[in-house]
């Protein structure tokens, strides 16, 4: 009886959670962008995003040239863009970032504000370097 009880209690908890999480806005799903792996948000990652690699960066027009597997994009990034550098190869959290992060030859993922344009950056995910 008393075992019925929890288990009821603890099928209600995850229920709600389920529900509270399923509720979360656009924003909470932003706070938590920065701790998802570059290329692993999902519903996100390859649909609203390009994954390539970094072959240019003009740190006066603050736009970088991106090689992906369907062409070269040149994405402006925006003094508002969450800059993310993922350490998953290192088995560490993600780091803010900044601008300087982002350096030829490294991993991106990039968010546009319009998916259709692929021109203004929302948020980016940097690959960290591999330390000795």
Do not use: C
């Amino acid at each position: 009886m008393i075992a019925a009880i929890a288990l009821r209690r603890i099928l209600g908890i995850g229920t709600m959670l389920v529900t509270l999480y399923a509720a979360m806005p656009a924003a909470a799903h932003r706070a938590t962008e920065r701790y998802i792996p570059l290329g692993q948000s999902p519903g996100v990652s390859h649909t609203f995003t390009v994954v390539g690699k970094i072959e240019a960066v003009d740190q006066g027009r603050r736009t970088v040239t991106v090689a992906t597997p369907s062409g070269r994009l040149v994405v402006q990034i925006r003094k508002e863009t969450n800059i993310w550098v993922d350490r998953t190869k290192q088995k560490q959290t993600s780091l803010d970032g900044a601008f300087i992060d982002l350096k030829s030859g490294r991993t991106i993922e990039v968010k546009f504000i319009d998916p259709d344009r692929k021109q203004v950056v929302d948020w980016v995910k940097v690959e960290a370097p591999l330390l000795p």
